[in-house]
Protein backbone atom coordinates (compact mmCIF):
# COMPACT_ATOMS: atom_id res chain seq x y z
CA UNK A 1 0.00 0.00 0.00
CA UNK A 2 1.32 3.32 -0.79
CA UNK A 3 2.69 5.74 1.87
CA UNK A 4 -0.33 8.58 1.56
CA UNK A 5 -3.08 5.76 1.46
CA UNK A 6 -1.21 4.05 4.84
CA UNK A 7 -1.10 7.30 6.29
CA UNK A 8 -4.85 8.56 5.55
CA UNK A 9 -5.57 4.86 7.26
CA UNK A 10 -3.94 5.79 10.33
CA UNK A 11 -5.37 9.05 10.59
CA UNK A 12 -8.19 7.88 10.08
CA UNK A 13 -8.00 5.47 13.06
CA UNK A 14 -6.32 8.42 15.44
CA UNK A 15 -9.14 10.28 14.31
CA UNK A 16 -11.95 7.72 15.41
CA UNK A 17 -10.17 6.83 18.84
CA UNK A 18 -10.39 11.28 19.21
CA UNK A 19 -13.96 10.98 18.28
CA UNK A 20 -14.85 8.15 20.14
CA UNK A 21 -13.56 10.11 23.63
CA UNK A 22 -15.69 13.13 23.23
CA UNK A 23 -18.53 10.81 23.24
CA UNK A 24 -17.97 8.17 24.83
CA UNK A 25 -20.94 7.24 27.60
CA UNK A 26 -19.73 4.77 30.20
CA UNK A 27 -21.53 2.48 32.29
CA UNK A 28 -21.52 3.97 35.43
CA UNK A 29 -21.75 7.79 34.71
CA UNK A 30 -19.36 8.36 37.44
CA UNK A 31 -16.68 7.35 35.52
CA UNK A 32 -17.52 9.83 32.59
CA UNK A 33 -14.46 12.20 32.77
CA UNK A 34 -11.82 9.46 34.00
CA UNK A 35 -13.20 7.23 31.07
CA UNK A 36 -12.76 10.05 27.95
CA UNK A 37 -9.44 11.03 29.80
CA UNK A 38 -8.03 7.93 29.47
CA UNK A 39 -9.14 7.22 26.11
CA UNK A 40 -7.94 10.38 24.86
CA UNK A 41 -4.52 10.04 26.82
CA UNK A 42 -4.20 6.42 25.62
CA UNK A 43 -4.76 6.98 21.90
CA UNK A 44 -2.35 9.93 21.90
CA UNK A 45 0.66 8.43 23.81
CA UNK A 46 0.58 4.82 21.92
CA UNK A 47 0.30 6.87 18.53
CA UNK A 48 3.04 9.00 19.48
CA UNK A 49 5.00 5.92 20.78
CA UNK A 50 4.35 3.78 17.31
CA UNK A 51 5.26 7.04 14.78
CA UNK A 52 8.25 5.96 13.77
CA UNK A 53 7.06 2.24 12.50
CA UNK A 54 8.07 2.51 8.71
CA UNK A 55 7.20 -1.92 8.10
CA UNK A 56 4.11 -2.76 6.87
CA UNK A 57 3.17 -5.56 8.63
CA UNK A 58 3.99 -3.61 12.51
CA UNK A 59 1.86 -0.90 11.34
CA UNK A 60 -0.86 -3.16 9.80
CA UNK A 61 -0.81 -4.97 13.49
CA UNK A 62 -0.73 -1.53 15.26
CA UNK A 63 -3.80 -0.53 12.96
CA UNK A 64 -5.50 -4.14 13.61
CA UNK A 65 -4.89 -3.83 17.40
CA UNK A 66 -6.51 -0.16 17.64
CA UNK A 67 -9.84 -1.14 15.63
CA UNK A 68 -9.69 -4.76 18.00
CA UNK A 69 -9.97 -2.42 20.97
CA UNK A 70 -12.41 -0.14 19.55
CA UNK A 71 -14.66 -3.03 18.83
CA UNK A 72 -13.80 -4.68 21.92
CA UNK A 73 -14.77 -0.94 23.95
CA UNK A 74 -17.89 -0.51 22.75
CA UNK A 75 -18.85 -4.11 23.03
CA UNK A 76 -18.39 -4.19 26.60
CA UNK A 77 -18.68 -0.73 27.00
CA UNK A 78 -15.30 -0.62 28.92
CA UNK A 79 -12.38 1.23 27.64
CA UNK A 80 -9.72 -0.20 29.21
CA UNK A 81 -7.85 -2.94 27.88
CA UNK A 82 -9.15 -6.49 28.68
CA UNK A 83 -6.64 -8.54 31.36
CA UNK A 84 -5.07 -11.64 29.77
CA UNK A 85 -6.58 -14.60 31.56
CA UNK A 86 -3.99 -16.59 33.09
CA UNK A 87 -5.19 -19.23 35.57
CA UNK A 88 -3.68 -19.15 39.28
CA UNK A 89 -0.44 -20.25 40.01
CA UNK A 90 0.30 -21.29 36.81
CA UNK A 91 3.75 -19.63 37.02
CA UNK A 92 5.85 -20.41 40.11
CA UNK A 93 7.19 -16.78 41.80
CA UNK A 94 10.72 -16.33 40.75
CA UNK A 95 11.89 -15.35 43.97
CA UNK A 96 10.87 -18.69 45.98
CA UNK A 97 13.57 -21.45 47.52
CA UNK A 98 11.69 -24.19 45.10
CA UNK A 99 10.69 -22.81 42.22
CA UNK A 100 7.47 -25.28 40.29
CA UNK A 101 6.35 -26.55 44.40
CA UNK A 102 2.61 -24.41 43.22
CA UNK A 103 2.65 -26.80 40.49
CA UNK A 104 3.80 -30.25 41.99
CA UNK A 105 1.20 -29.84 44.41
CA UNK A 106 -1.61 -29.77 42.62
CA UNK A 107 -0.53 -32.46 40.39
CA UNK A 108 -0.67 -35.00 43.36
Known amino acids: ?28 AINLCSDRLYIKNEATSIFRQNR ?7 INDCIREGETRIDIALHYRNPY ?21 NQETLNK
Open 1 to 28: MSLSNRRKEVLSLYKRLLRLSQNWIPKD
Open 52 to 58: NLTDDTA
Open 81 to 101: PRPVNVPPRAMAQKHRKYQGV
